[in-house]
């Protein structure tokens, strides 16, 4: 089986930088993801580590240590509209669906 | 930009309808999703499908099937609705790319069972 733990609620000032944790318990490893979803919205696919190391694209940023099973997304330079649930996910085996984490809310506020 | 379509945003439905959700994808993808998503348990896969006619349960499959008739075509069905189905159900579609496959979502159809 698959566990995925990450915190259930952050809160972050506008233009700070905000770091959201998670660890993962899985069989295999097929890589690690974030999606972010705002409020009556669809999740939406933010990025995908399957290496050590940190991914970079525009103000967030995703990290992953396969041998601490643990990865994280960076926000930076935090804005109002980044308010949203993000969860992460991963993938024991091949093209097998991903398991989702609980999410974490985060809250932007000014 | 691929898009997924789900055939309802809002649904009522008494306890004991049987309920269809709908759902389809116009960019050719392999692999279609069903999720529902509560408060608090974050999203938990009810069943998918890797091919036209297949399908796999996920995780919480009871009172659930579906149908898988045609490529772009992923239907959930509620045999008998339970007030415990209220919930918002979720479908992604994915290619087969045997490595990675990002998941794309349709924008949920919230379903209450009264």
């Known amino acids: 089986g698959q566990s995925l733990e990450q915190p259930s609620e952050v809160t972050a000032v506008e233009g700070a930088i905000v770091q959201i944790n998670c660890t993962y318990q899985t069989s295999g490893f097929y890589g690690l993801s974030w999606y972010q979803q705002h409020d009556g919205g669809a999740p939406t696919f933010l990025s995908y580590n399957a290496l050590d190391g940190l991914e970079e694209t525009g103000r967030f940023s995703s990290f992953l240590s396969r041998s601490d099973s643990y990865g994280y997304l960076l926000l930076q330079e935090l804005q109002m509209k980044d308010s949203a649930s993000y969860f992460c996910a991963v993938r024991d085996k091949g093209n097998t669906p991903l398991v989702f984490g609980k999410g974490t809310r985060l809250s932007v506020i000014a | ?114």
């Open chain 2, 1 to 114: 930009d691929v898009k997924v379509t789900q055939s309802s945003r809002y649904l009522v439905k008494r306890t004991g309808e049987k309920v269809f959700l709908e759902c389809v994808q116009d960019m050719d993808h392999e692999n279609m999703f069903w999720y529902r998503q509560d408060p608090g348990l974050g999203l938990r896969l009810i069943y998918f499908s890797y091919d036209v006619k297949m399908k796999e349960k996920g995780d919480i499959p009871e009172g659930y099937s579906v149908s898988r008739e045609k490529k772009e075509r992923f239907s959930l069905i509620l045999e008998s609705a339970s007030t415990n189905q209220t919930s918002m159900y979720l479908c992604a579609s994915s290619f087969d790319r045997g490595f990675y496959n990002e998941q794309f979502f349709g924008p949920g159809t919230r379903l209450t069972v009264l």
